[in-house]
């Protein structure tokens, strides 16, 4: 079975930027949709996006888009998410996830990595 290692987390201050990475151990990953939540504070996990491996289509959700950017690297296997102008509000732990379709709710998505802390400081 696949599995999806995240990392690229940290603290960082108020409008910086992150690009977390989220590599699979298996080539054959490429079949998947790979999907991007988060989960704050006190709050339920939401999606952030996805990106559909063959194609590089993207999806994002309302709240994140123009700051966040899914992209992927086929040779090494990995998939990125580069977050930009971060507020303390972003701060959460950021998992990425691998399914058969494109999809926005936990459900459609099968495998997940552990996920890596993101802290934003004011």
């Known amino acids: 079975q696949v599995q999806l290692v995240e990392s690229g987390g940290g603290l960082v201050q108020a409008g910086g930027s992150l690009r977390l990475s989220c590599a699979a151990s298996e080539s054959t990953f490429s079949t998947y949709c790979m999907g991007w939540f988060r989960q704050g504070p006190g709050k339920e996990r939401e999606f952030v996006g996805f990106?559909?491996?063959?194609?590089?289509?993207?999806g994002y959700a309302d709240s994140v888009r123009g700051r966040f950017t899914i992209s992927r690297d086929n040779a090494k296997k990995t998939v990125y998410l580069q977050i930009n102008s971060l507020t303390p509000e972003d701060t959460a732990v950021y998992y990425c996830?691998?399914?058969?379709?494109?999809?926005?709710?936990?459900?459609?998505?099968?495998?997940w990595g552990q996920g890596t802390q993101v802290t934003v400081s004011s």
């Open positions: 990106i559909r491996w063959v194609s590089g289509i993207t």
């Open positions: 996830a691998a399914g058969g379709i494109a999809g926005i709710r936990e459900d459609q998505y099968d495998i």
